[in-house]
Structure formats: C-alpha cells, structure tokens
C-alpha cells in the first residue's frame, strides 16, 4: 500500500522493530520500488533497498520533513533509473559529496572521465573499448576522457544520456566545475606572479630626476618587460618571431 502524505506526517515511533532488521529500534513502511519510510526514536528516515552486483544494498534518501514523499520519490526513480544504466545509486553519491567536499576544501574538482572510470565501467562491466562501442564514438577520444586528458564534450555528453539515462547536463556541469577550477588557479599562478616581481614598482617612479624624464621611463619600460617575460614562461607561451627582411 502507498505511502500517504497525511499517514507519514501523523505517524510515531511506537518501540518496536517490526520489519526492521533489529539492528536499531524502528519501523519501516514501505511504499514500492524498494523504498520505505524508517521511523525510529531518533527521527523518520526515507530509505530504498536495492540489489547491485549481487549485492543488497541500501541508499539513504534523506530525512523526513526536510524530505518530503514526494521529493523521496523522485530520487527513488532517479536512483532506478542509474542501476538500468549499470551505475550503483550509492556510488553515484559518493562521487557527488567528494565533489561537494573538494568544493569546499578547494580542491580541483572530480574529472567526469574518472567518474566513468571509477564508477560507470565497473558497474557495466565492460573495458574501454567495449564503452566507446556501446557509446558509438571513436576510441581514442573516449580514452582521453578516461584518463582525464581530455574534457568532457557535448557529443560525449549526450551519448552518455542515450546510454545510463544520466543527463548530458550532469556530465557538462561537472567538467565545467574542473575548467572553472584550473583557470581559477592559473590565474592565481599570475596574481602570485606579480607580487613576487612587486609589480607595484611599474607604477612608483624612484626619486624625482630633474630633466631626467626620459631615464625615468627606461627603468618603467624595462620592469615591464621583465614582468612580460616572466609571464609568458609561465604559461608556456612562445611568442613567434617575425622577420622584417633586409630591403
């Protein structure tokens, strides 16, 4: 029988363990497709049981009122949805609070290639090639992404939706967290950059030179070459030469 808004709202913990596995005091009611209601001394708790590589499991859906029934629903079929695709709900999570975690600490952000990886391959069981197969995209670019040398692009993205119904949205947004987060960090690189060479001093004239304008200048322009140079080997950068000719 399903669950009822009115019936979760109103029910309490009465002290038993009945369909429960006696690990802790409380009592499920469950409302189909492996989701249940656990209501235990300490609070009311969404839960759904699930088998995964011939495994039971249990993923927690969150907290009741926080949670309502209906939002519980909707994670359970978006959890069904992920074990069609092959992908463990449980592991799926993991994957989005080290991101929430990697956030907050500052972390670079977990790479999509390495969620397929970690996460998508095993629980298909399947090698690269096989995926790239199953995705119908060439190997060698899906094996970049594997490896994290490659981002995740809109092609991949949507071919990844078609096949473990996980949406393209979710796999661009996380590559678009990693872009975020290295050029965030180069630009830091740069910012350090100037303070270590006092890029303050570009704009401070030394002493004042009477009629000596001129010298001033030769010691602005040659600080900023410097600075210019010095940036340009940091990010790699060569510039390209260009002849002028003898005419």
Sequence with gaps: MKLTDDFVKDVVFDGSKDGFDGSKNGRKYTDGKGMYLLVSAAGKYWRMDYRFAGKQKTLALGVYPAVSLEAARRKVNSARELLNGGVDPCESNKSAKQLQQQAVQGLRPRHPGSVLRDVVLPGLSVSAESFAELLNLPFDGIFQILNERAPMTCEVALQLERLISVKAEHWLTMQQAVDLWDARTK????????KSL?????VTVPEPIHNEFEASSNVLVAKAVSLSKAAMELSGFVPTK???GTD
């Design 187 to 194: 630009f830091r690189r740069f910012q350090d950059l100037g």
């Design 198 to 202: 006092r890029l303050s001093d570009l």
């Design 242 to 244: 260009v002849n002028h």
